[in-house]
């Protein structure tokens, strides 16, 4: 896991060197965006469920074979199994079925299983994060 540190020394304004001081504490303990960014990252793979892949940008190839049942969906326990933990400077977001990691692979494929992504960062997902991480570290809303 990559780790970023940051330090620094200001002299001068007070109000400035305050604003640095408050910012860095609040930048010790994660925990409230980290949860943020783990519901609406859990939010967004339910609707890329729905969309069949769209809202992630990565459409899901139609079945070769029609069925009754939306795709990937004939018990709902796929879509249903999206999980995340948060820690005071992380979040993990992982499904819990076994064969979610079949769909979900990029490696090539001995079978007709198509990939289908459901989990995935987005540049729009990527800014809403960011967005989150700046809003708890500086206080503001």
Request: glycine share 8%; proline share 4%.
């Amino acid at each position: 896991m990559a780790q970023v540190q940051v330090s620094f020394e200001v002299e001068g304004n007070k109000e400035v060197a305050a604003m640095f001081d408050t910012a860095g504490k609040r930048a010790g303990n994660m925990r409230e965006p980290m949860t943020r960014i783990r519901d609406m990252m859990l939010k967004t793979f339910d609707l890329n469920f729905a969309s069949h892949g769209k809202v992630l940008g990565e459409p899901w190839k139609p079945r070769r074979i029609g069925r009754p049942w939306p795709m990937l969906e004939r018990t709902g326990m796929m879509r249903n199994s999206f999980t995340g933990r948060v820690g005071g400077n992380f979040v993990e977001l992982y499904n819990t079925q076994n064969y979610f990691k079949y769909h979900q692979s990029n490696k090539p494929r001995k079978s007709n299983l198509a990939r289908r992504v459901m989990m995935k960062i987005d540049e729009t997902r990527r800014r809403d994060i960011i967005k989150e991480l700046q809003i708890h570290i500086m206080g503001k809303k």
